[in-house]
């Protein structure tokens, strides 16, 4: 079954940026929404961005608003959130996943989504 793969996890200190990306396991495969997810230790798994397909338009929980940006290159079938001024609280496994259907109700709801990946670890030191 066609899956998510995260990269570009890695250890950075606070107020540096990271860039993850997220490409479906076959290069054919695409959603209507990619989603960006993460799950800090002993937390539940959070809704962070989203990127609809059609249009480009773009979803961010409020915690990472000005700070994170998602885009995404439909050539590459890829989809990166970069990251910047990361603050310790960003700390988790980070999660791509896609919306087969667009909803916009459905948009931050982590179980609407399929085709999870294993997850990128990003870790925030003080």
């Known amino acids: 079954q066609v899956h998510m793969v995260e990269s570009g996890g890695g250890l950075v200190q606070a107020g540096g940026s990271l860039r993850l990306s997220c490409v479906p396991s076959?290069?054919?495969?695409?959603?209507?929404?990619t989603g960006w997810f993460r799950q800090a230790p002993g937390k539940e798994r959070e809704f962070v961005a989203a990127?609809?397909?059609?249009?480009?338009?773009?979803y961010y929980a409020d915690s990472v608003k000005g700070r994170f940006t998602i885009s995404m290159d439909n050539a590459k079938n890829t989809v990166w959130l970069r990251m910047n001024r990361l603050d310790p609280e960003d700390t988790g496994v980070y999660y791509c996943a896609v919306l087969t259907y667009f909803n916009r109700l459905k948009i931050a709801v982590t179980d609407s989504y399929e085709h999870w990946g294993q997850g990128s670890q990003v870790t925030v030191s003080s």
């Open positions: 076959e290069p054919s495969f695409s959603g209507h929404v």
């Open positions: 990127i609809r397909w059609s249009g480009g338009i773009t």
